[in-house]
Each structure stands twice: as C-alpha cells, then as structure tokens.
C-alpha cells in the first residue's frame, strides 16, 4: 500500500498534535492570534461578531441601570404623563399580608377613565391605545386584567394560608392551589402583553 505525501503529512501532524496543542497554547498566552491563514477571514468575521455582542450586552447592562421611567422623562409624583393622559401609581392590599401598586388612568383634567388596573402592562396597553385614539384592544385587556386581579387574590389569599396551615397534606394543596393560580398569572399576562 502506498501513501501519498498529504496522508503523510496528516500522520504526521497527528503525531506531533500535542507539541502543537502546547505550541498555540503558549502564542495565545502571549497575546498571540493563532488562526490557521485559510480561517482568517472567518475568523476575522466571528471577532466582529463577538465584539458586536459584547458592545450590545454592555448597552444593555448600562440601561439597565438606568431608571428608563425617570430617563423618559415622563414620570412625575408617582405618576406616568403621556399624551394629555396621566398613570397614577397607588400602592393597595392584596389582602391582610400583601400590598401591590395598582394603577388609574386620568384624562388631562384628572377625570378617572379606567382605575384599579393590577399590571403595569395593562395601564401602558391601555394608555398607549388613548394616546393614539384607537381603542380596540381596551375592552380586552380591562377584561384579561380583571381576570388577573382576580387570580393574583386566589394566589395571595392560598400562600397566606400555607403559612398558616400546620397539616402537611393541607399545607401541599394550599401551596399547589397558589402555584396554579401562579401559573393562571404568567399566562394572562403573556395575553395582555400580546395585545399590546
């Protein structure tokens, strides 16, 4: 059997891959590219990849410092002003244990339009919808956040009892109870979210 010079080469480089291996170890520690010339030009194409992500996940990590409410410029004495509307924040109990800042929407001359709206996301559903003067999607999302406003208070209302139950088996159904109204929770609001 013959072998041809380019099977040679390859034994060859497979013999010596761990002197290789410890070679380009060493260049890159150095600060040293190792990149093989064929792949320079996919090389040189991921670095500006990775460099853009890099670039982004700081932009992103710096906003995210950044109180976007207080950066808009919109926020105000613990309300929202957009278009002649106003979001009034009000913190409120759940129940005995557990508070939740719900919302009400004003006109400019601080008539009530919608009050008592549990998520953020519905009050800026609805606003949104105000200030462009197009309300189709209003009656739905009142509707969807009264429906989560009803199961946040189940879901409040089972883990304050779990705390309070001392029977296991009891303890297990008020907590499976809350997780599914969890879950109830997650669920209307990716709803809501997606007539936004």
Avoid: C, P
């Avoid at 080469?9 to 890159?28: T, W």
């Avoid at 410092?65 to 924040?89: P, R, Y």
Wanted: overall charge positive.
């Amino acid at each position: 059997m013959t072998v041809d010079n380019e099977m040679l080469k390859i034994l060859e480089n497979l013999e010596n891959a761990q002197s290789i291996h410890e070679k380009k170890i060493e260049d890159r520690a150095q600060g040293k590219h190792v990149v093989n010339e064929n792949s320079q030009e996919m090389y040189q194409i991921l670095k500006r990849l990775e460099d853009a992500t890099t670039n982004v996940s700081k932009q992103i990590a710096q906003e995210a410092k950044t109180d976007t409410k207080a950066a808009t410029g919109l926020m105000h004495n613990s309300a929202i002003n957009m278009g002649g509307f106003s979001v009034l924040m009000e913190k409120k109990s759940v129940n005995s244990k557990y508070k939740k800042t719900y919302y009400t929407i004003t006109d400019s001359t601080g008539n009530v339009i919608h009050e008592d709206i549990a998520l953020f996301e519905s009050a800026m559903g609805i606003l949104k919808e105000l200030v462009l003067g197009k309300t189709s999607n209003t009656k739905k999302i009142i509707d969807l956040d009264n429906s989560y406003a009803s199961h946040l208070q189940e879901a409040a209302y089972h883990k304050e009892r779990s705390v309070m139950i001392t029977e296991g088996y009891k303890k297990d159904i008020a907590l499976a109870k809350q997780s599914s109204a969890m879950s109830k929770l997650s669920g209307i609001k990716k709803q809501i979210k997606s007539l936004i």
